[in-house]
């Protein structure tokens, strides 16, 4: 197994990616940290993915919170021994409309969350890693920062501060073995596009599957990546397949960009 051994953390486990996250580490092998700021939530998670409780460990956490984050990774160190990845998949996305419609708060707080949330993990996380003698960094990207599709401007821009401050990291991380790279998602299957999907196909008398094929019918893959298959890029830059691989960031979008 691609992670037997390892101990990854996973903030943002919800219903959707981040979940996602921690089943495809658990396949691999990992001991798996599940974080969120639904203590409720997160122990449902738990008993779903391990009922046991031998290799899943819930704790609450709030990325936007320095103490959280290191009493995160404290419970991890505490529990399985370790920290040899960390997944950041929590994220603030309701930061949408244009130059003058557009919540200028909201933006404010997606650069709190997504960039400035993301350092305060990484200066919790990184000295267990390098304690460890490295480690694997995976931050989640958004195609938004590439290509405009929805009208979400502010999500779209903390995206691409987040894309540029990985290789800042990666080059400051590197010689204490700590690698930083980043997955960049699309449109995913799973809850949050279903809804949107079930929405507008109600909203404009059609079938699910014709939004479906509207949306990915200039994919060269002709259908949508699912949120599993952007966790199973995740466990590829938590393994040591990519021990020589940091600064890089991965579309999985099934092919969306080609066109």
Not at 108 to 114: H, L, Y
Request: glycine share 10%.
């Amino acid at each position: 197994m691609l992670l037997r051994d390892k101990t990854i953390v996973i903030t943002g486990v919800g219903s959707g990616l981040g979940r996602e996250m921690a089943v495809s580490m658990l396949a691999a092998g990992a001991n798996v940290v599940i974080a969120a700021r639904s203590a409720d939530g997160l122990r449902e998670t738990a008993k779903e993915l391990d009922p046991a409780g031998e290799r899943v460990l819930a704790h609450p956490a709030d990325i936007n919170d320095e103490e959280s984050c290191r009493s995160l990774v404290s419970a991890a160190v505490d529990r399985f021994g370790s920290v040899d990845a960390v997944v950041q998949v929590a994220a603030f996305e309701d930061a949408f409309g244009g130059l003058f419609d557009a919540d200028l708060d909201k933006w404010a707080r997606a650069f709190d969350t997504n960039v400035l949330g993301s350092l305060r993990l990484l200066r919790a996380v990184v000295p267990a890693m390098k304690e460890r003698g490295g480690g694997s960094v995976v931050l989640v990207g958004s195609q938004s920062a590439f290509k405009v599709a929805l009208p979400q401007g502010g999500y779209a821009a903390s995206k691409g501060a987040l894309l540029s401050a990985m290789y800042y990291l990666a080059d400051e991380l590197g010689p204490d073995g700590i690698r930083v790279n980043t997955v960049v998602p699309s449109w995913m299957w799973g809850p949050n596009v279903e809804m949107y999907v079930d929405f507008r196909a109600q909203s404009e008398g059609r079938t699910t599957e014709e939004i479906l094929d509207e949306i990915t019918r200039g994919f060269p893959l002709r259908r949508m990546t699912q949120d599993r298959e952007v966790a199973d890029a995740a466990v590829f830059f938590c393994s040591d397949l990519s021990r020589a691989v940091t600064g890089q960031y991965l579309l999985v979008n099934s092919g969306e960009l080609m066109r």
